[in-house]
């Protein structure tokens, strides 16, 4: 006798934080998924967890996925990279277990799944065992631009998207060379970042925006901002001045 068919695997985008910019979709799977998962800080319930108490069903298994390390060593530093890999092994297997035994697994993500998120690292550990389905979400971008009221890119202005990790002379030398930019990952990178923008020119058009579409949001010209504090949730956005009628 043939055993249960396999569950499917989700990722689902939750948007940045408002629980309205979830999709009707992603609701919809969120509130039907036997297991619902997401990634979070040890000692911390994760941001994830806390879109999700406006769309969890009470009969719900719930899986964190706590992360062994996040900030504490450099991405580079090999310590680092063997904790990662063996955090995601074990993650997968967890969730593989589930999808064996016949049950659905929604894993919920904040942005989007497939942009700087930590699905990916499942998914391409997962997409040949099992049946994958991936729900785009609102990306913090958007959100910041957004709540920025800033258009970003007119007619034929190319945008970047440029983590902040990147080194002072690459991110300046790419400000010099794109129309648009959007630079994420900030944190402790602003001070660099700061003087990558400076150096480019470029800091009279940058926006600061800090937990855009969530509770505490902080939208000022970054020349205005007096600090180099930057929580993880924050990012700076160069509008383009392409063309327009």
């Known amino acids: 006798m043939s055993g249960p068919a396999a569950g499917a695997f989700y990722g689902i ?9 979830v999709t009707v979709k992603a609701a919809r799977v969120l509130k039907s998924a036997p297991v619902v998962a997401w990634f979070a800080k040890a000692g911390r319930r994760g941001h994830a967890r806390a879109i999700l108490d406006s ?5 719900v298994t719930e899986l964190p996925l706590v992360y062994p390390m996040t900030t504490e060593r ?3 530093d090999p310590v680092y990279i063997e904790a990662l890999s063996g955090f995601y092994a074990q993650a997968c297997e967890e969730i593989a277990a589930h999808l064996s035994a016949g049950r659905d ?10 942009f700087y998120g930590s699905f990916m690292h499942l998914f ?8 994958v389905e991936v729900i785009p979400g609102v990306t913090g971008m958007s959100a910041c631009w957004s709540a920025a009221r800033a258009p970003m890119t007119w007619g034929d202005d190319a945008l970047s998207v440029l983590p902040g990790t990147l080194s002072e002379e690459d991110l300046a030398w790419r400000l010099e060379t794109c129309d648009a930019a ?9 001070p660099k970042v700061r003087a990558a923008i400076r150096l480019a020119g470029r800091e009279g058009d940058a926006i ?3 937990h855009g579409a969530q509770p505490g949001e902080e939208i000022r010209r970054l020349v205005e901002k007096p600090d180099d504090d930057a929580p993880y949730f924050s990012m700076i ?4 001045e392409g063309r327009r009628p």
């Open 13 to 21: 985008g939750l948007g940045p934080g408002d629980p309205e910019l």
């Open 55 to 59: 769309w969890l069903a009470g009969d």
């Open 74 to 76: 450099h991405f580079s």
């Open 105 to 114: 697994v929604a894993l919920a993500c904040e942005g989007d799944p497939l």
């Open 124 to 131: 391409v550990r997962l997409r040949d065992r099992f049946r």
């Open 182 to 190: 959007v630079i994420m990952k900030l944190g402790s990178n602003l």
């Open 208 to 210: 600061y925006v800090a």
């Open 237 to 240: 956005l160069i509008p383009g």
